[in-house]
């Protein structure tokens, strides 16, 4: 069985850094692209970044592009979200995501089987 969990998140100043982590197990990593999705009180849950085994990614571009970058390291069987000069609207509960696409790349929730517990991300300004 698939398990994901992460790690990281927190209160931080707008303009400040924050590295997210997601730890896989229970499959083969590499075969999995990895998604990061956020969601804010009262909105429906975004796409904010995805990565494939080989390391190609997509990000959302209105939001995140530019700031955030996701990563993985498949030796580590972990995902990494690294967000730099965050801001208030930044704010949300962040998700890690699992999807066996051998390669494919898909910014749509229901394409992602396995989830993470969420972490709360909160950019004061």
């Known amino acids: 069985q698939v398990h994901v969990i992460q790690s990281g998140g927190g209160l931080v100043q707008a303009g400040d850094s924050l590295r997210l982590s997601c730890a896989f197990s229970?499959?083969?990593?590499?075969?999995?692209?990895m998604g990061w999705f956020r969601q804010a009180p009262g909105k429906e849950r975004q796409f904010v970044a995805a990565?494939?085994?080989?390391?190609?990614?997509?990000y959302d571009p209105d939001s995140v592009k530019g700031r955030f970058t996701i990563s993985r390291d498949n030796a580590k069987n972990t995902v990494y979200l690294q967000m730099n000069t965050l801001k208030p609207e930044d704010t949300a509960e962040y998700y890690c995501a699992a999807d066996r696409a051998w390669g494919l790349l898909s910014s749509t929730v229901a394409e992602y089987i396995y989830w993470g517990q969420g972490t709360q991300v909160t950019v004061s300004s």
């Open positions: 229970g499959g083969t990593f590499s075969a999995y692209s």
């Open positions: 990565i494939n085994g080989r390391g190609e990614a997509i």
